[in-house]
């Protein structure tokens, strides 16, 4: 049963977070890729995290887990967050409650021998707020984002020829509405020396999907011609909402937005590299970067991402920073090496945003750094249920 606690005007009168007074039960399956569009997840096995202790070989990622909530807890003692909190519309949701919350959640992640354990003690001690999704029922869509590598080059040759570019001095002062992609870099990406941006360039890509892809992104890590690693980092963005070049392809039925995979998508432009041009100025906003000097990826609220432990959600609406458990179908490399979707909880730190993230009804998930995150957050792309978990009322977290 739930009770709806908090309205979030915004000229919708939504709830955006219920509370839940009593957790579903039903069980975790497996998924397979033909089977990714199965709705998920509601299940007795909500909060049971089994990525955390190493199992069957693999390694836990208990310290990852426990770093994330360091970051999240260093954000929470910025003026930043002093200042987003104060302006957070749920009643019961205050900074003070998240940073309690968190320290008692590290404090149960580093005493439980079990993932079973640790279910058993939130579910006591924490409540569950759930969004109320993109539905009002509370099916959340979830995407999943990675930092990628790629090849670079720190000057322009005749095989690197696609620029990414840094923020502009005086971008504060430019006009309203701003320059679109095709202005500032050509239809075909190669507009050069007559680009407004001519001066600005940071790196050279080999590929013009691969620079494409390092602004979906926001983060790469740059496999540069001279044997050194350059690493870039969102600095700001033009002022377009996010057009998604999947749906493009759809909507000129070049392929079916069923099943549509960023694989799929990159296998399209490859056969077919003339549509570039056609598509990707299309996705009119603009995207600069900085060189972060090995500094790993890094979030909305300025603190690093981390692999499967940290999640974009629209900052306008989510507490930022907090603690939430996201329960959804994730892709997985099988033996053979071939994706198997599996339906898993996963206790995550709310510590990003994204263009494309917009409502209560979408999460982007952060898979990592290099190839595999990249396929698996290509692949990713189905329901679940979000939940942000802050101590009962009245606990000390003690």
């Not at 049971?48 to 887990?65: F, T, V, Y």
């Not at 600095?235 to 999947?246: F, L, M, N």
């Amino acid at each position: 049963m739930r009770k709806t606690i908090a309205l979030m005007n915004l000229s919708l009168g939504v709830a955006i977070l219920t509370s839940v007074t009593s957790v579903a039960s039903f069980p975790v399956g497996t998924l397979y890729a033909q089977n990714q569009n199965v709705t998920c997840c509601q299940s007795e096995r909500l909060g049971l995290d089994e990525q955390i202790w190493s199992k069957s070989g693999q390694l836990g990622d208990r310290q990852a887990l426990l770093a994330s909530i360091d970051n999240s807890l260093c954000y929470l003692q910025t003026g930043d967050a002093a200042a987003a909190y104060e302006r957070y519309p749920v009643p019961g949701i205050t900074r003070d409650r998240v940073i309690r919350s968190l320290e008692r959640f590290r404090q149960l992640v580093l005493t439980s021998q079990s993932p079973e354990e640790l279910e058993s003690a939130v579910k006591r001690e924490f409540a569950f707020y759930q969004s109320v999704g993109k539905d009002g029922k509370g099916n959340v869509l979830f995407t999943a984002y990675y930092e990628p590598i790629y090849p670079a080059s720190r000057v322009p040759t005749v095989e690197y020829r696609y620029p990414i570019y840094r923020l502009p001095a005086d971008f504060t002062r430019w006009r309203h509405p701003n320059p679109t992609r095709a202005q500032l870099e050509g239809k075909d990406g190669l507009l050069g020396a007559k680009s407004p941006l001519r001066g600005l360039e940071l790196a050279w890509m080999r590929h013009r999907l691969e620079s494409f892809l390092v602004h979906i992104e926001g983060s790469a890590r740059l496999l540069l011609t001279d044997g050194s690693e350059m690493t870039v980092g969102f600095a700001g963005k033009t002022d377009y909402p996010y057009t998604s070049v999947g749906r493009e392809l759809a909507k000129d039925g070049k392929l079916p937005l069923k099943g549509m995979t960023l694989p799929i998508m990159s296998r399209y432009f490859n056969q077919h590299p003339y549509e570039l041009s056609s598509y990707l100025p299309r996705v009119r906003g603009f995207v600069f970067f900085k060189e972060t000097n090995g500094a790993p990826a890094m979030g909305s609220i300025n603190v690093p991402v981390t692999a499967e432990r940290s999640i974009a959600t629209d900052k306008s609406l989510m507490p930022p920073g907090a603690l939430a458990l996201i329960h959804t179908s994730l892709p997985f490399p099988n033996a053979t090496g071939q994706m198997e979707y599996r339906t898993v909880s996963r206790y995550v730190l709310d510590q990003d945003t994204g263009t494309a993230i917009k409502g209560p009804g979408r999460v982007d998930y952060y898979m990592g750094t290099g190839k595999l995150a990249g396929d698996r957050a290509g692949m990713t792309g189905g329901n679940g249920q979000l939940y942000y978990l802050l101590l009962k009322e009245g606990a000390t977290g003690l």
